[in-house]
């Protein structure tokens, strides 16, 4: 999932973050679930020169929870604009 199409899309990769994550939460919110279900993320970035907020935007997110997590930097994603890409494994 991608902040592609959203307000944030031309953003930092913070508030690309916190977007995705913002669709996730809806879905698992429609399903009867929470972020606090989370079990993995998958964080494909195009750019490590911006991980500390990063780290922290992720730590707001996820505050106690932490769910098992793979970060991958990637050449680029389908749009220039995209910075972050997260894959979500949820239970519901």
């Known amino acids: 999932m991608t902040a592609f199409g959203t307000q944030a899309q031309e953003d930092s990769i913070s508030e690309q973050t916190k977007e995705v994550f913002r669709?996730?939460?809806f879905m698992a919110?429609?399903?009867g679930s929470s972020l606090s279900k989370l079990i993995k993320v998958t964080i494909f970035v195009t750019d490590l020169s911006d991980m500390q907020a990063l780290r922290?935007?992720?730590s707001d997110i996820y505050?106690?929870?932490l769910p098992a997590s793979s970060l991958i930097k990637i050449?680029?994603?389908f749009s220039a604009d995209l910075n972050v890409e997260v894959e979500a494994?949820?239970?519901i």
Do not use: C, D, G, R
Request: proline share 0%.
């Open 23 to 25: 669709q996730i939460e």
């Open 29 to 31: 919110k429609a399903v």
């Open 56 to 58: 922290q935007t992720l």
């Open 63 to 65: 505050q106690t929870h």
């Open 75 to 77: 050449e680029s994603l």
């Open 89 to 91: 494994i949820l239970a």
